[in-house]
C-alpha cells in the first residue's frame, strides 16, 4: 500500500518517523511519501518537500502567512493527486492539516490523523471538521478517547509517543548540583521570546549551571547570545541527556513538560508568545493550564510562568524555591507517578501504525 505523511515540525518528524518504521514491519511492500523531515526520511519516506519550508506556528503569525500558506496548500493536494495514496496520515500540525483533510476526503483518499488538534482546549468548531473528513482519530492522551467518541467522531487511544523515548526515570548518580536543564522550545518564536531571558538568568546567577537545548533545525545565531557565558552549556537535540543531569528544569510549555515529568525532573513551566496570539488564545482556551502535567493530572502541580510573569526573576525566586523545598519535590514526584499510571503502557508507533495498515485495507 502507499501511505502519504504531512507534518509541520521536529516533534511531528520524530513520532511520524516511528510509526514509518513499524508500518514497514507490517506492510514489507509499501511505499512511504511525506511532507516531513529527515527524521522520517531515515524511516524510508520519500520526502516531497521537507516541514522546515513551512512550519508556522501561533494565531497572528498564521495570519501573516496565509498567502504563503495557501500556495502550499496547493501544492501538498498536487503531491497528494499525483501519489494516490491508500491512507493520508495528518500528524499534529491542524491549522493545515485539517485543510487538506477536507481535499483528500472529497477526492476519495482514507485519513487517520495521528495526533489531532486539542479540541478539548481550544476550537471546539474543529470537531465538526474532524468528525467530517477523518476516519480514523489517533489519539494520545486517554481522555481524548472519550472525548471524541461522546461528539461522533471515530477515536482510538494509541499510547503517548513521548514514553517511547522516556520509559525511564533518570539515574540519581547522573544528577548535577545545582545544575538547571533549560528546553526554550522548538519553535523559532518560542527561542526568540525565551533566550533573552534565559541570558539574563545566566547572567545574575553564576553560582548555578544552565544546560541550554538547542535545536538543530533552528539557526545558530538564535543561541548565539549564550556561548559567551562560562555557567552555561548549550546542548544540541538531545533533551533527555540535559533533563537527566539537572536539578531542576525550566521547560517551555509543550510536549516537554509530559518528558520532564517521566523523567522525574522537578519543573517550571514557562510561556510567552506574541502579544496578539495570546489575546486571541486567552480569548478561545477553555482549560485552567497551559502544561500537559497540569492539564492531565487536571491541579496545579508545577507553576506555570506566562507572558508577563515569564520574567528571569521569577524564574529565579521559583527554582530556588524548588531546590530548599524538599516536601514540594515530593509531592511533584508523586503527581508524576500519577501521570504514568494515566498514560498506561501502551506502544503509540506500534499501536497506530496497526490502525493505519488496517484503515488502508478496509
Not at 552555561?232 to 540535559?242: D, P, Q, R
Not at 502544561?291 to 487536571?298: A, C, P, Q, T
Not at 508545577?302 to 515569564?310: G, M, P, R, S
Request: glycine share 6%; net charge positive; hydrophobic share 40%.
Amino acid at each position: 500500500m502507499k501511505y502519504f505523511f504531512v507534518v509541520g515540525e521536529r516533534s511531528g518528524d520524530l513520532h511520524a518517523s516511528r510509526v514509518i518504521d513499524q508500518l514497514f514491519r507490517i506492510d514489507q511492500e509499501c511505499k512511504v511519501y511525506a511532507w516531513g523531515g529527515n527524521l522520517m526520511k531515515r524511516a524510508g519516506a520519500k520526502i516531497l518537500r521537507n516541514y522546515k519550508e513551512y512550519s508556522i506556528v501561533g494565531f497572528w503569525e498564521v495570519i501573516r502567512s496565509l498567502g504563503s500558506l495557501n500556495s502550499l496548500l496547493n501544492r501538498c493536494k498536487k503531491d497528494i493527486s499525483n501519489v494516490q495514496p491508500d491512507v493520508l496520515i495528518l500528524v499534529d500540525f491542524a491549522g493545515f492539516n485539517l485543510r487538506l483533510g477536507n481535499y483528500a476526503k472529497e477526492n476519495g483518499v482514507k485519513i487517520a490523523y495521528y495526533i489531532p488538534p486539542k479540541v478539548w482546549a481550544w476550537g471546539t468548531h474543529r470537531i465538526n471538521k474532524i468528525k467530517n473528513c477523518v476516519d480514523e482519530t489517533l489519539v494520545i492522551f486517554p481522555f481524548e478517547e472519550s472525548f471524541f467518541k461522546e461528539r461522533g467522531v471515530r477515536a482510538k487511544y494509541v499510547g503517548n509517543p513521548s514514553l517511547e523515548s522516556f520509559h525511564h526515570t533518570r539515574d540519581s548518580s547522573k544528577i548535577e548540583e545545582k545544575a538547571i536543564a533549560i528546553l526554550p522550545g522548538s519553535r523559532r518564536s518560542e527561542v526568540i521570546s525565551s533566550i533573552a531571558i534565559v541570558d539574563e538568568l545566566a547572567r545574575s546567577n553564576p553560582d548555578l549551571k544552565f544546560l541550554v537545548s538547542k535545536v538543530d533545525s533552528l539557526p545558530k545565531d538564535l543561541y548565539r547570545i549564550l556561548e559567551s557565558r562560562q555557567n552555561t552549556s548549550l546542548f544540541e537535540g538531545n533533551s533527555k541527556e540535559i533533563l537527566s543531569r539537572a536539578e531542576i528544569a525550566v521547560v517551555t510549555s509543550g510536549t516537554a513538560t509530559l518528558e520532564a515529568a517521566l523523567l522525574g525532573v522537578p519543573q517550571i513551566v514557562v510561556y510567552k508568545t506574541s502579544r496578539v496570539t495570546y489575546l486571541i488564545a486567552k480569548y478561545l482556551v477553555s482549560i485552567p493550564y497551559i502544561s500537559l502535567v497540569n492539564i492531565l493530572l487536571n491541579r496545579k502541580l508545577v507553576v506555570e510562568l506566562i507572558q508577563k510573569e515569564f520574567s528571569s526573576e521569577n524564574i529565579e525566586m521559583e527554582v530556588k524555591k524548588l531546590m530548599k523545598d524538599t516536601g514540594r519535590q515530593k509531592k511533584i514526584s508523586e503527581g508524576y507517578s500519577e501521570i504514568r499510571n494515566i498514560l498506561g503502557d501502551k506502544v503509540a508507533s506500534s499501536t497506530a501504525s496497526k490502525a493505519i495498515y488496517d484503515l488502508g485495507r478496509s
